[in-house]
């Protein structure tokens, strides 16, 4: 039971850490990626599609990514998502891709997107710590239904802390990249 609840609050807390190395990847740092498109989604027959299920990308250059829709009728949709998006980009459409020009962040930019970064590790953290709070109730009430010891209770709490400690670091780790990332381009 105590390994069980252990093991389900680990596997939650790593995918909590996954979702943040997601979001962080969403944040446009200087460079073009496909990646910042990963959460973008697009008007397409009536229903939001993420982009990335939409076209391929390419970049040619640090500055510029090109989107080759699947579907050249989707084309307007993918343009007016991308310009309605927050990256500050003004894409251009020459009836065969979208050409998304991605101008140098200025440091004001730069320093809105750090913050951005670390609302999003504080958002990850909130879930770990809602999983070690989940976790902590099911091993508390494993205790007073008589099924473990006091002393299990002790013992597990304390492995509970060491994985939620663990996880915590690597949301920590993943948002010193990202602002590493953001301040030194």
């Known amino acids: 039971m105590i390994e069980q609840t252990l093991q389900e609050a680990g596997e939650k807390m790593a995918k909590a ?3 943040a190395k997601d979001d962080f990847a969403t944040i446009r740092t200087g460079r073009a990626e ?3 498109f990963g959460k973008l989604m697009v008007e397409y027959y009536g229903t939001p599609t993420p982009l990335v ?3 391929s990308f390419q970049t040619p250059d640090a500055h510029m990514l090109i989107v080759s829709p699947f579907d ?3 084309m307007p949709a993918m343009e007016k998502a991308i310009r309605e998006s927050d990256f500050g980009v003004n894409p251009t459409n020459d009836g065969v891709v ?3 020009s991605f101008p140098p ?3 004001e930019r730069r320093k809105e997107f750090v913050k951005l970064a670390k609302a999003k590790s504080e958002d990850a953290k909130v879930a770990i710590r809602n999983v070690r709070r989940h976790a902590k109730d099911s091993l508390t009430a494993l205790e007073k239904d ?3 010891g006091e002393d299990d209770l002790r013992r597990a709490e304390k492995q509970l802390d ?3 400690a663990k996880h915590t670091a690597g949301v920590e780790d993943l948002l010193k990249r990202k602002e590493t990332e953001l301040l030194t381009l």
Do not use: E, H, S
Request: avoid cysteine; charged fraction near 10%.
């Open 34 to 36: 496909p990646a910042v």
């Open 53 to 55: 299920q939409l076209a």
């Open 98 to 100: 979208i050409r998304v």
């Open 105 to 107: 962040l200025t440091q």
């Open 72 to 74: 050249k009728t989707a």
């Open 162 to 164: 060491d994985v939620t």
């Open 146 to 148: 008589g099924q473990i």
């Open 17 to 19: 850490v996954a979702a």
